[in-house]
């Protein structure tokens, strides 16, 4: 059995454990339910937005889905335990008002912001009680902390899907660029959810921990990506810790300036920014891209 067969296994199993029609499956994912059978069937692939919709659907993570295990070696820097969303546990029958809950109380915080998001706020989208909310969420810390854990939970999937099958440094770095840049929809959400962790671990010390333990997968997923092209001739050969942190704060910036509309700033801005920088400061110079 290969790796797309091992793939295709694993969803099924995902299907007859959470004992819901593929007919509902499909929908929940965004799927036409023709091409959802073809995919199971061996007929068409399953693509990358197709897969992080599966993995959040079922309350695991894209690696496990590719590779079997949460822990797998792979092209993105595996969270650590404690950064893991908990939202799914890994176990596809899990708590679906849990879930609803955590996903609505994210989107509240990537609108409105954090401290204008209240218990109650959260239990009216989500049609139910305050009480309901505090059996999950004991404080509203604890539904910041799940907030944060479900954008490490996203970025990783997000990795792991789209770059699996890219073998080049050069270009998973770009593409790892590109996932990251705080284009409308999903990925601005995330980046509000981030600008206000940043702002909560600042004032408030009990949040550090998590946040750099969160914010280090981030920088590994660099570190590791700029070792590989230097290990492929694809990278002029200095301190990879040094380049990544330059690449970091850089892309942290520029986002930053993005979100809170600094004139001038764009995304498309930003987009050519970081391909100047990578291509001058960490490609520039290496044998096997000149």
Same mark, same amino acid.
């Given at each position: 059995?290969?790796?797309? $067969?091992? #793939?295709? &296994?694993?969803? %099924?199993?995902?299907? !007859?454990?959470?004992?819901?029609? =593929?007919?509902?499956?499909?929908a929940a994912i965004g799927l036409d339910e023709t091409?959802?059978?073809?995919?199971?069937?061996?007929?068409?692939?399953?693509?990358?937005?197709?897969?992080?919709?599966?993995?959040?659907?079922?309350?695991?993570?894209?690696?496990?889905?590719?590779?079997?295990?949460?822990?797998?070696?792979?092209?993105?820097?595996?969270?650590?335990?404690?950064?893991?969303?908990?939202?799914?546990?890994?176990?596809?029958?899990?708590?679906?008002?849990?879930?609803?809950?955590?996903?609505?109380?994210?989107?509240?915080?990537?609108?409105?912001?954090?401290?204008?998001?209240?218990?109650?706020?959260?239990?009216?989208?989500?049609?139910?009680?305050?009480?309901?909310?505090?059996?999950?969420?004991?404080?509203?810390? $604890?539904? #910041?902390? &799940?907030?944060? %854990?479900?954008?490490? !939970?996203?970025?990783?999937?997000? =990795?792991?899907?789209?770059?699996?099958?890219?073998?080049?440094?050069?270009?998973?770095?770009?593409?790892?660029?590109?996932?990251?840049?705080?284009?409308?929809?999903?990925?601005?959400?995330?980046?509000?959810?981030?600008?206000?962790?940043?702002?909560?671990?600042?004032?408030?010390?009990?949040?550090?921990?998590?946040?750099?333990?969160?914010?280090?997968?981030?920088?590994?997923?660099?570190?590791?990506?700029?070792?590989?092209?230097?290990?492929?001739?694809?990278?002029?050969?200095?301190?990879?810790?040094?380049?990544?942190?330059?690449?970091?704060?850089?892309?942290?910036?520029?986002?930053?300036?993005?979100?809170?509309?600094?004139?001038?700033?764009?995304?498309?801005?930003?987009?050519?920014?970081?391909?100047?920088?990578?291509?001058?400061?960490?490609?520039?110079?290496?044998?096997?891209?000149?």
């Amino acid at each position: 059995m290969d790796e797309a $067969d091992e #793939l295709r &296994e694993r969803i %099924r199993g995902l299907l !007859k454990a959470m004992a819901q029609p =593929q007919r509902e499956f499909a929908a929940a994912i965004g799927l036409d339910e023709t091409k959802l059978s073809k995919s199971l069937a061996g007929k068409r692939r399953f693509s990358p937005p197709e897969l992080v919709k599966v993995a959040e659907h079922c309350g695991v993570t894209v690696n496990w889905l590719l590779n079997g295990s949460d822990d797998a070696s792979t092209v993105s820097a595996v969270p650590a335990p404690a950064t893991r969303s908990t939202s799914g546990q890994g176990d596809p029958a899990f708590s679906g008002p849990r879930k609803r809950i955590l996903e609505t109380a994210w989107q509240l915080i990537a609108e409105r912001g954090y401290h204008r998001v209240r218990i109650a706020d959260i239990a009216q989208a989500c049609s139910t009680s305050t009480a309901k909310i505090h059996y999950y969420f004991p404080t509203k810390q $604890d539904v #910041l902390h &799940e907030a944060l %854990r479900r954008n490490v !939970k996203l970025a990783f999937d997000r =990795q792991v899907a789209e770059l699996h099958t890219v073998e080049d440094a050069y270009e998973r770095l770009l593409r790892l660029v590109e996932l990251q840049l705080p284009t409308d929809g999903l990925l601005r959400a995330e980046w509000s959810v981030w600008l206000q962790v940043w702002n909560e671990s600042a004032l408030n010390p009990e949040l550090r921990s998590l946040y750099w333990d969160s914010y280090n997968r981030w920088y590994r997923t660099i570190a590791m990506t700029i070792r590989s092209g230097q290990e492929q001739g694809v990278f002029r050969d200095r301190d990879p810790d040094s380049a990544t942190a330059a690449l970091t704060a850089l892309i942290d910036g520029l986002g930053i300036q993005v979100l809170t509309g600094k004139p001038g700033s764009s995304v498309s801005a930003m987009r050519a920014h970081l391909h100047e920088f990578i291509e001058s400061t960490i490609a520039g110079g290496a044998s096997g891209h000149e």
